[in-house]
T-cell receptor, first 114, second 112 residues
Framework: KAGVTQTPRYLIKTRGQQVTLSCSPI?????VSWYQQTPGQGLQFLFE???????NKGNFPGRFSGRQFSNSRSEMNVSTLELGDSALYLC?????????????FGPGTRLLVL | GDSVTQMEGPVTLSEEAFLTINCTYT??????LFWYVQYPGEGLQLLLK?????DKGSNKGFEATYRKETTSFHLEKGSVQVSDSAVYFC???????????FGDGTTLTVKP
């Protein structure tokens, strides 16, 4: 099976712009989660989508949003970019078997905000 | 809330040395526990997992045992290689939770 794919892999934007990142989960996985990874804050949970609905949300401002499509592909959007949004954004898809939820991560999108 | 504490790094070892990276957790309920590895410029790769007390996860020579009494999930490897140099993350997922809670990561460097 193909793994989780994320596009683009690298992105450079300027302050005030907006950006959209894409994630395609492993075939058959219906849950997609997004994380932000920075040297200072580590890995922080953004949100999770399951069957096109946001199921969980982390503590990020409303500038961060996401959605999931009927084929489970997901996008996240960041509006009005700030310098502090520079980070590696990781997407993870999950296979849920009863109470066990195993997440598989994509390679990430590295965003640099200038 | 849930939390994961990993031993601070960086950790530097010589090839063939024994590795231990400590991980303890705080969680309500009965979480599943994971170790992930991240190589430079890449995402996280699942290394091993355990879902209940006394379960031992193992992969590529790495092992970790779910210890409920000490709320720990320490990562061990008997003989490390240069290719094991990476950042290692301990994580938990709580039942019905939509997210993983990660430790801060431990950077391992193995020298020939």
């Amino acid at each position: 099976k193909a793994g989780v794919t994320q596009t683009p892999r690298y992105l450079i934007k300027t302050r005030g712009q907006q950006v959209t990142l894409s994630c395609s989960p492993i075939s058959g996985h219906r849950s997609v989660s997004w994380y932000q990874q920075t040297p200072g804050q580590g890995l922080q949970f953004l949100f999770e989508y399951f069957s096109e609905t946001q199921r969980n949300k982390g503590n990020f401002p409303g500038r961060f949003s996401g959605r999931q499509f009927s084929n489970s592909r997901s996008e996240m959007n960041v509006s009005t970019l700030e310098l502090g949004d520079s980070a590696l954004y990781l997407c993870a898809s999950s296979l849920e078997q009863g109470s066990l939820k195993t997440q598989y991560f994509g390679p990430g999108t590295r965003l640099l905000v200038l | 809330g849930d939390s994961v504490t990993q031993m601070e790094g960086p950790v530097t070892l010589s090839e063939e040395a024994f590795l231990t990276i400590n991980c303890t957790y705080t969680a309500t309920g009965y979480p599943s526990l994971f170790w992930y590895v991240q190589y430079p410029g890449e995402g996280l790769q699942l290394l091993l997992k355990a879902t209940k007390a006394d379960d031992k996860g193992s992969n590529k020579g790495f092992e970790a045992t779910y210890r409920k009494e000490t709320t720990s999930f320490h990562l061990e490897k008997g003989s490390v290689q240069v290719s094991d140099s990476a950042v290692y993350f301990c994580a938990l997922v709580n039942t019905n939770a939509g997210k993983s809670t990660f430790g801060d990561g431990t950077t391992l460097t193995v020298k020939p």
